[in-house]
């Protein structure tokens, strides 16, 4: 799941990387340069151990070529045809969280982590397991949301194409997205209808507000926050000093339907609230908020609290199966340090780290680099986090984008705790 739109599953979870692109050596390969890589070849070939650069392989990329060039009917596209080579190449990684950006796609990633786009509006993820590509949450406000998209409606096709299986999720939305004031033509596929749904919705300029916020009766403050962007961190801290500043006795904080997003954003809202030299119980050292570890087990980076402040106020955090990535690092934050309780059901269970790698022409790779740990030292990968009292939805509810506090249980439940 991504947090933000990406090209793989939704719920990505994404540090930056800036890796320098050496150049080529000038010169011709001495004889002895071009045998010790032929021998390497040999032996590569000779293992079964994949070579691209082997004998055998060019010689079987030569015929393929050779037969698409001779008997493949319809006309060539060499741009897609480059486009997919590349693709290829990170599928043979055999991980859904590992892809290829051209320039265009890229471009889009960097307007979408900040915050601004033009599109319908809203959230959408692909199921890794079934391989289709559906809606997470509708924006408030948005054109989707007006036009009636809900959680877990799934795309069948947009204006003619066709949504198959196969494609990539940033593929989805590039034919989701448009130019402003066009009209997209969606037909949906939503559970307990007897029919698909057929939607026109029109393309506009969106702003992604991520983090919503009010004061409930009882003198409980209520924060929702959507997904992590580089603007959430200042629209969370806004939210959090107005329902301090209201006199809020405690806090929901409402990471249900929360893909995920930048690492960077989740830390800082983590940082706000947990104190520099608090402990959490396993922990390596005070404050820690995670730590990344390679394929190793070595320990690539650790993060810690640093910003000098603190809420010291009773917190329920709130998730479901939707809550992915930086929304389990912020509830595991909370979790092991004892600051909220959790209430909902079993979180998503995604563990690891990708990182976004530019390209020298514009393109760029993301690729898995790390697992992710919490505070305690607990890998979730796969597993999720249980909350401390689990309660469920109805069906019904499950497929609507907001359901009104006075029929949610689960907040319900979250009010019932902090009213004690």
């Known amino acids: 799941m991504r947090l933000l739109v990406k090209k793989a599953v939704s719920a990505a979870l994404v540090v930056g990387m800036t890796v320098g692109l050496a150049g080529c050596g000038s010169g011709t390969p001495t004889s002895g340069e071009a045998a010790s890589t032929e021998a390497a070849a040999t032996e590569n070939s000779a293992s079964g151990e994949f070579d691209e650069n082997s004998k055998d ?20 596209d060499s741009e897609k045809r480059e486009e997919s080579y590349y693709d290829g190449i990170m599928a043979g990684l055999d991980d859904p969280y590992s892809v290829y950006y051209t320039p265009e796609e890229y471009e889009r990633l960097m307007e979408d982590d900040g915050g601004e786009y033009v599109g319908i509006g809203a959230t959408v993820s692909k199921d890794v397991d079934k391989g289709t590509v559906y809606v997470v949450k509708p924006l408030r406000g948005s054109p989707a949301e007006a036009a009636g998209l809900t959680t877990g409606d799934v795309f069948i096709q947009i204006d003619d194409i066709e949504v198959t299986s196969d494609m990539e999720l940033d593929e989805v939305v590039n034919y989701i997205r448009g130019k402003e004031g066009t009209t997209a033509h969606l037909k949906m596929y939503r559970e ?50 107005y329902v301090v500043s209201q006199g809020a006795e405690g806090i929901v904080i409402d990471m249900r339907n929360n893909p995920g997003g930048l690492l960077t954003a989740v830390n800082e809202m983590t940082d706000y609230i947990i104190a520099d030299d608090a402990q ?21 980076e650790s993060y810690t609290c640093s910003d000098g402040h603190s809420i010291d106020i ?21 979790k092991d340090y004892g600051i909220a309780t959790i209430i909902g059901t079993t979180t998503y269970g995604k563990g690891i780290v990708q990182s976004v790698i530019p ?62």
Request: aromatic share 6%.
């Open 57 to 76: 392989t060019q010689k079987k990329v030569k015929q393929i070529e050779s037969l698409i060039d001779k008997y493949f009917y319809f006309e060539q």
């Open 192 to 241: 307990g209808e007897p029919d698909f749904l057929e939607i026109d919705i029109n393309r506009q300029k969106i702003q992604n507000i991520t983090v919503d916020y009010e004061m409930l009766d009882n003198k409980i403050g209520y924060i929702s926050v959507d997904q992590f962007i580089e603007n959430t961190p200042e629209q969370f801290k806004e939210g959090m000093d």
């Open 280 to 300: 959490a119980p396993g922990a390596s050292k005070p404050g820690i908020q995670l730590e990344t570890k390679d394929k190793d087990g070595k320990v690539i």
């Open 314 to 334: 009773p917190m329920v955090v709130l998730v479901n199966g939707n809550s992915a990535s930086a929304a389990e690092i912020f509830t595991g934050d909370m």
């Open 359 to 420: 390209l020298s022409d514009g393109s760029a790779i993301k690729i898995t680099i790390a697992k992710y740990f919490t505070p305690s030292g607990n890998d979730i990968h796969k597993l999720g986090i249980e909350p401390d009292i689990e309660i469920d939805v109805s069906d019904e509810q499950k497929r609507m984008a907001n359901i009104p506090h006075d029929e949610d249980p689960q907040l319900k439940k979250a009010l019932e705790v902090l009213t004690k």
